[in-house]
């Protein structure tokens, strides 16, 4: 099993910048794939970024140039750096980690959200 625990949102003039933080509750090393993914009202959740556990990084292209992902294998952490906020980008924040062979046990693990608004 893998708890995640999101933190950083918040409200934002657009424009401005936040940063997400995702605690898992094990190794990150072994976790084959983390990212965040959003939700708006209305919408489905889309695939906002993800890094693979040796570090390769996608991104939707909706937010490509002004979001940047990474981790810290220490302290088991992915973040969202996330500049030049427009308010489109306002949603619930999901954070994801993805287990699957040669490491256990295999599933799909959600974080609870967190919330981010971008003001006009």
């Known amino acids: 099993q893998v708890q995640l625990g999101e933190s950083g949102g918040g409200l934002v003039q657009a424009g401005g910048s936040l940063r997400l933080s995702c605690a898992a509750s094990?190794?990150?090393?072994?976790?084959?794939?983390m990212g965040w993914y959003r939700q708006a009202p209305g919408d489905q959740r889309e695939l906002v970024a993800t890094i693979t556990s040796g570090g390769s990084t996608n991104y939707a292209d909706s937010v490509k140039g002004r979001f940047t992902i990474s981790k810290d294998n220490r302290k088991n952490t992915v973040f969202l750096q996330m500049n030049s906020l427009k308010p489109e980008d306002t949603a619930v924040y999901y954070c994801?980690?993805?287990?699957?062979?040669?490491?256990?046990?295999?599933?799909?693990?959600w974080g609870q959200g967190t919330q981010v608004t971008v003001s006009s």
């Open positions: 094990r190794s990150i090393v072994t976790i084959n794939l």
């Open positions: 994801t980690a993805r287990v699957f062979a040669p490491y256990y046990p295999p599933g799909v693990y």
